[in-house]
């Protein structure tokens, strides 16, 4: 661990340069005149980020990432050339702790206060601290001399900002310029650690004009899709949320399309990270006694033993003892401790106690409002809330202010792990008049904040001495355009590591695509005089290429490799080229007609034929659209819903139309209408 006081020469060294301010807001704001399509909704967790996506009217859909997952890890890792974001990154904080950084949202936290020395203790990678922010020295290698970058924990935190974007950009729901995004943050966050978030997003250059509290996203979560909330005129309702590495308790009221924040508390300090680390503390004691091995001394092994310890608390959250096993501390140590749910709560008794204080705190901030009625619902998210005795406590805790009996059970009608990024989802909506319905939020503390002509996040209670003051907690300019400097780097570094790997798997295709063809007996008319004999050489003499000298060579020479392989089917396979051209033009063909052929949505063969439908088939018809217009309703999806009730009313207008016709024909004919 390197840490200690970073000189402003050594941090402002790197290329002082000539960025205007000013720059960095129009690059951002470029695209706020344009119209947008669709909001995004950003949970950035301590752990891990998830994002969700709304079009106007509809309920948010979450955003899967490059693995399909819907969660994706918060850590960055670093290694020669290239850096890993996500998926990628988290299996190495393990493998290579000392260039991977992780809980970054844990660090803007701690940033600025004494915390940060803890925190820093628990990353692995060297750090140095700053009067503004904290840098780490990553293994990057952008020259031969230069080979390792110091990186601001702001520029770390718009690199997961900017991979989830891409994922964003990859559902093509709507163009990139058409889409804003809204961040969540905790809100008890001070204004110094929110100019941080908003140094971040200027990093990543992304459409962010506003972040939203964490709180006031959950709260907007149960209001929108909770069925209940309509039922009453009023109801007031606790929303629990403890995640990784935070605990929220607030009352809301819910009161027709309105939602009013009665009283909220929020710690940093409590959270099932805390429940791991004195299950650490445990162990390495454990360990110590009894295997004479410091666990401390290895950064690998404290991360598996880290590891082991969040299963073993969710294990003991279902029973009352478990096993932690290491496979092996070194080639002679092999490592098999237990430990009981009992023990845990006494290792974790400061903990609980604190959350017990925090939610009767808060139950008695709003006892003036709930007076002597009781809370409607309890409404718990967030990992941490599954473990046992956090639903005790609670439960104590609520029956000591309100008296026994003021709740049956907890409600988890919410998605534990999605709700933060729906609610901000539609929060973003909501502010920017893209929410078809009239839906209010009332609080006396900010819920959100927007960005302002000065870069800088604004807060309508901060008065001018404090919006000068926040001016001076950016990070200096220099700074901004140093990390906007290197993340253009590691850009076209990310670019020519993607192109290259793409060519190189380009051309091992060709190779084993050429070599079925020469071993098939498909294309065995178009190759004569022992040409199959000879393809096959000539695929073993590239494989053998690519297994040796371009096992890890250049874009470059796998692009002449692949321009040696065509040129050889010209010059040497005439007959067997003329046949794949053709085969490649046709597929190419087919690809189009499909393209243009009518799909489920278009118009069926059915409706083509001049032949029409039956009274019976107009009736089933309509029916199935009427069921299809209530299901969407009930998503709170109108416009596809009035769009199938029309559909409904115009089959049975025309059914009744048709009847109509037919009676009066019959009353004529026969006087027996």
């Not at 390197?2 to 695209?31: A, H, P, V, W, Y």
């Not at 962010?208 to 209940?228: F, R």
Request: a negative charge; proline letters at 2%; one cysteine or more.
């Amino acid at each position: 661990q390197s840490t200690g006081k970073m000189e402003q020469d050594q941090i402002n060294n790197n290329n002082s340069g000539n960025i205007e301010e000013n720059d960095i807001d129009n690059k951002i704001n470029q695209n706020k005149e344009k119209v947008i399509k669709a909001i995004v909704g950003i949970d950035f967790g301590c752990q891990s980020c998830i994002s969700s996506i709304s079009t106007p009217n509809k309920l948010p859909t979450l955003i899967t990432n490059n693995l399909s997952n819907t969660s994706t890890p918060a850590a960055v890792s670093f290694r020669a050339k290239e850096r890993l974001i996500g998926e990628e990154a988290a299996s190495r904080i393990v493998s290579d702790p000392t260039a991977t950084i992780s809980n970054l949202k844990k660090l803007i936290q701690a940033i600025y206060t004494p915390k940060i020395d803890q925190e820093l203790l628990l990353q692995q990678a060297p750090s140095i601290k700053h009067e503004n922010t904290v840098f780490f020295q990553i293994p990057y290698e952008i020259n031969e001399n230069d080979k390792v970058q110091t990186i601001c924990i702001e520029h770390l935190v718009a690199m997961i900002l900017k991979q989830l974007d891409k994922f964003t950009i990859a559902t093509k729901i709507a163009d990139p310029s058409e889409i804003e995004t809204f961040l969540t943050i905790p809100g008890n966050l001070t204004d110094r650690q929110r100019q941080s978030i908003w140094d971040a997003i200027s990093i990543s250059e992304l459409n962010i004009n506003k972040i939203i509290s964490e709180q006031a996203a959950l709260a907007i979560a149960y209001g929108v899709t909770h069925n209940n909330v309509k039922e009453e005129a009023s109801r007031k309702i606790a929303l629990i949320d403890m995640g990784h590495s935070n605990f929220s308790f607030q009352i809301c009221e819910y009161n027709h399309d309105c939602v009013k924040l009665i009283a909220q508390i929020c710690s940093d300090e409590l959270g099932a990270r805390f429940f791991d680390q004195k299950l650490v503390e445990h162990f390495i004691n454990e360990i110590q006694i009894k295997y004479n091995f410091n666990v401390n001394n290895y950064p690998k092994v404290l991360r598996r033993l880290e590891r082991a310890c969040e299963k073993a608390k969710k294990v003991l959250s279902t029973i009352p003892e478990t096993e932690l096993e290491f496979d092996a501390l070194n080639d002679e140590i092999f490592v098999k401790l237990s430990i009981k749910r009992d023990t845990m709560e006494k290792l974790c008794s400061n903990e609980l106690e604190q959350i017990k204080n925090l939610i009767e705190n808060c139950l008695k901030q709003a006892n003036i409002v709930i007076s002597n009625e009781k809370l409607h619902a309890i409404e718990i998210v967030g990992g941490g809330t599954r473990i046992p005795c956090i639903q005790t406590v609670i439960n104590n805790a609520i029956n000591n202010v309100l008296g026994n009996g003021s709740i049956k059970e907890f409600g988890r009608s919410l998605d534990g792990a999605a709700c933060i990024a729906e609610g901000a989802a539609i929060a973003g909506s909501i502010l920017n008049g893209n929410w078809g319905f009239k839906y209010e939020i009332e609080s006396n503390n900010t819920w959100y904040w927007e960005r302002n002509n000065n870069n800088n996040l604004n807060n309508n209670n901060n008065n001018q001495e404090q919006q000068e003051q926040l001016l001076l907690n950016k990070l200096p300019i220099n700074l901004l355009e140093q990390a906007l400097k290197l993340e253009k780097i590691m850009v076209e570094s990310d670019n020519l590591i993607e192109a290259t790997s793409n060519a190189k798997n380009a051309l091992e295709s060709r190779i084993f695509e050429l070599r079925d063809i020469a071993r098939s007996n498909t294309f065995k008319q178009f190759l004569i005089n022992n040409q199959a004999n000879e393809l096959l050489d000539i695929c073993n003499q590239f494989e053998n290429w690519l297994n040796e000298d371009g096992y890890d060579s250049s874009l470059n020479d796998y692009q002449n490799k692949m321009n040696e392989i065509n040129n050889s089917l010209n010059e040497k396979f005439v007959e067997l080229d003329k046949e794949l051209n053709r085969i490649k033009l046709e597929k190419e063909r087919l690809e189009q007609l499909t393209k243009l052929a009518p799909t489920e949505n278009s118009v069926s063969s059915r409706d083509k034929v001049a032949k029409p439908l039956t009274p019976k088939e107009k009736f089933e018809a309509a029916e199935k659209r009427k069921n299809q217009g209530n299901t969407f309703f009930k998503e709170r999806n109108f416009e596809d819903a009035v769009k199938r009730y029309t559909q409904s009313i115009t089959l049975i207008d025309d059914l009744l139309s048709s009847n109509n016709s037919n009676n009066s024909n019959n009353s004529n004919n026969s006087n027996n209408s």
